[in-house]
């Protein structure tokens, strides 16, 4: 593409206030997981008024906007619509679907994570039309639902679209990122026998099994790599099967939030806490491991069962993508941010698992994600429309 850089700054500025209008829009239209079909109809509609040369919905209710291109690669982007609940609204200093303006920033949930991002991606897309170019090969624009919730949307994205190399436009400062430890949700299930609670000696209590295991829990040898870090494990729910509190429970169900770096696979992960089970000596009771999963149905109707597992995944520093969105990053931003990782999961691993290679870059303090304190930078939003653009051009130039 050799449109002089002023040329995209200053289509990006021109633009600038009919993107802060849309974002305002889709940040004041509440979209939880499963509820996302009004924000889903405005975003369809942005992307045919903006010129996009197809848009439609996929069965699971995700919006995908074309732009074509020459024979070149084709490059996806990737912002999903929902977003988590806003928590108690009188904790936020403005109303969280308010879209309000303050000193520069637009505040609201989702403002960060991520309606703003995707709303400069679509705009970003949207220049190669309005600056009368082509670009090197197909564009999609892809907006999943239900990432909050594991990603169901660009799980099935993955089974009808593919792309040479990928941008998850979460926020990052507009700084460039090449991957995240992943997420694995695990339930132990400890199997005692249920008696009466004026006579213990006639059941086997599973309390004191899952007491013995969360000792030794922290014991464990956690993977660890240089870029992300170790993994690591924490236990957050605990049940059991009954209701009453005179009756001791046969099982008691405990939950693991796993945080696993690359090439530490689900099974690995099982095993582990498997063989931790079976090596302590006072926990003599039947214990099962399981991925946790879990039924969902889109707003369009469609119910799937989705495990909670988001892949971890980490792109070489000297690959060929990431030198390249760096390279044009620097020259666009006029500075050079380096590379980093993200400290939260997202979509852009499950594009990895479809061999995807996949570039995170988006607008936006990540640190102010599920708060109530979010809000995203306006100056931001207009420098990364044009970040995202020179990172369409430079990604597939890389292939
Ligand atoms: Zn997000």
Not at 8 to 13: D, S
Not at 116 to 124: D, K, S, T
Not at 267 to 288: F, G, M, P, R
Not at 339 to 348: E, K, M, P, S, V
């Amino acid at each position: 593409m050799d449109l002089p850089l002023e040329n995209i700054q200053l289509a990006a500025r021109d633009s600038q206030p009919a993107l802060v209008d849309f974002t305002q829009h889709i940040v004041a239209t509440p979209s939880l997981p499963g509820e996302e079909g009004d924000v889903a109809d405005i975003i369809h509609n942005e992307m045919v008024n903006l010129g996009f040369d197809e848009v439609w919905r996929d069965q699971v209710g995700n919006i995908i906007g074309k732009v074509e291109g020459g024979d070149g690669p084709t490059i996806l982007l990737n912002g999903h619509m929902d977003h988590v609940d806003t928590g108690p609204p009188d904790g936020w200093p403005y109303p969280p679907f308010s879209g309000q303006i303050v000193d520069g920033e637009l505040w609201g949930r989702a403002s960060v994570d991520m309606k703003g991002p995707v709303a400069c991606m679509i705009y970003a897309t949207s220049l190669f039309h309005r600056l009368g170019l082509r670009p090197h090969g197909d564009i999609y624009m892809t907006v999943p639902v239900m990432e909050e919730i594991g990603g169901l949307g660009t799980q099935h994205l993955i089974t009808h679209l593919s792309a040479h190399a990928a941008i998850c436009g979460e926020p990052s400062s507009n700084t460039l990122r090449r991957g995240h430890r992943g997420r694995v949700e695990l339930r132990v299930t400890f199997e005692g026998h249920s008696a009466h609670a004026s006579a213990p000696h006639l059941g086997v209590n599973p309390h004191y099994g899952a007491a013995a295991f969360l000792t030794h829990l922290p014991d464990l040898t956690m993977a660890y790599d240089a870029t992300l870090g170790l993994s690591t494990v924490v236990p957050t729910l605990y049940a059991t099967d009954q209701l009453s509190p005179n009756v001791i429970p046969g099982r008691v169900y405990l939950t693991l939030d796993w945080r696993n770096i690359a090439g530490e696979t689900p099974e690995d992960i099982v095993a582990k806490v498997e063989n931790l089970a079976a090596s302590i000596e006072s926990l003599n009771q039947k214990v099962t491991v399981v991925i946790k999963s879990q039924e969902f149905t889109t707003y369009t109707g469609i119910t799937q069962e989705i495990p909670a597992l988001f892949p971890s995944y980490l792109l070489p520093q000297d690959d060929r993508f990431v030198q390249a969105a760096h390279q044009a990053l620097v020259t666009a931003l006029g500075r050079d941010d380096g590379l980093d990782i993200w400290r939260f999961a997202t979509d852009g691993g499950h594009l990895m698992t479809a061999d995807i290679p996949t570039v995170g870059f988006g607008p936006g303090d990540e640190k102010l994600a599920h708060t109530n304190q979010e809000r995203i930078s306006l100056a931001q939003m207009e420098e990364a429309v044009v970040g995202y653009f020179a990172l369409i051009t430079a990604l597939a130039e890389a292939v």
